[in-house]
């Protein structure tokens, strides 16, 4: 398992494709702000819009983009009409047993024909953290080329409805996630945080034995030798790629460890503790109330004990 897989395993994400949208412009779409611990996607199969969102300057998709805001942000899609006397219908919606169609073009051509939906994880995800506000990407790129039959068959799924197709688009929206960071992370040419650790060999191995060992002891010099560094060139290279300190990123992914455990077992509150490292049930959840702003019973009560 390589540190970009367990990374998006921390987070517990799952993807859901909730609409499919034929639209004709002039139209204004307005979406709020997602709730906590979802992210927002929209696929354009053909046509154009505009995303506009608060203090940023536009941005203009076509057919082939992948638009994801990791954090939810509120935005407006904005859809031109094709024509000077162009007039928008009444918008309709209908479940065709796969997904709900929203449509205002009657049996006119749309304007556009988009693919919306969402990716949930857990709280303080490490992964969303580290991704910037918008993450865009089109499958006409050659770099970005093996989302398009990905793209199609979600496509083709949500149109036909055929038998298990809602299971099918829901399992296909997960697999897109990490299509789209893949494909996101092959344009950067360069990277911070954790995704700029995890792109240099040497320092991405020392990731990675935080993430597959976190109960170890670990300590700077432990860590360094993962790197196969002495711990001065560790701390230097680790600080070129990240305002975050090694053991300030140990206790990140303790943490979430820690918030999976609480969610997903049974194992006690020390039992826990235990298994990401710490000795004192107190010293665990001290930290872990400030990472996640209650304490781990509470935090397990609210969101529900398998």
């Not at 819009?49 to 940023?56: D, E, K, Y």
């Not at 805001?69 to 031109?80: E, F, N």
């Not at 290279?237 to 918030?259: E, G, K, N, T, Y």
């Not at 049930?281 to 209650?294: I, N, P, Q």
Request: hydrophobic fraction near 45%.
């Amino acid at each position: 398992m390589d540190a970009l897989d367990k990374l998006i395993q921390l987070a517990n994400l799952s993807g859901a494709l909730d609409l499919r949208c034929l639209l004709s412009g002039p139209l204004e779409l307005e979406h709020a702000s997602a709730p906590a611990g979802e992210a927002v996607y929209h696929v354009v199969l053909d046509g154009a819009c505009t995303v506009v969102r608060h203090g940023q300057p536009p941005l203009e998709l076509s057919a082939g983009d992948i638009f994801f805001l990791p954090r939810g942000d509120a935005h407006v899609l904005s859809i031109k009409a094709r024509d000077a006397k162009a007039m928008t219908r009444e918008m309709e919606s209908r479940d065709n047993g796969a997904v709900t169609v929203r449509s205002n073009c009657g049996d006119s051509a749309p304007g556009i024909d988009l693919l919306c939906g969402r990716f949930l994880y857990a709280p303080r995800a490490l992964l969303i953290d580290v991704l910037p506000d918008v993450v865009h990407v089109s499958f006409t790129n050659a770099s970005a080329a093996d989302l398009a039959p990905l793209v199609q068959t979600m496509r083709r799924e949500a149109e036909e409805a055929r038998l298990g197709a809602p299971s099918i688009v829901t399992a296909l929206s997960t697999a897109l996630f990490t299509m789209v960071l893949r494909a996101w992370l092959d344009g950067q040419p360069s990277l911070a945080g954790v995704l700029g650790l995890l792109g240099n060999r040497r320092l991405g191995a020392s990731i990675i034995a935080m993430l597959e060992r976190p109960a170890e002891p670990w300590t700077l010099e432990m860590l360094a030798k993962e790197a196969a560094m002495s711990r001065a060139t560790f701390m230097r290279a680790f600080s070129a790629h990240s305002d975050s300190s090694p053991l300030a990123l140990l206790s990140h992914v303790r943490m979430q460890l820690a918030s999976t455990m609480l969610t997903h077992t049974k194992k006690s509150i020390a039992d826990v503790a235990a298994d990401v490292g710490y000795q004192s049930e107190a010293a665990f959840s001290k930290r872990f109330k400030e990472l996640y702003g209650v304490a781990p019973g509470r935090f397990r009560q609210t969101n529900g004990l398998v």
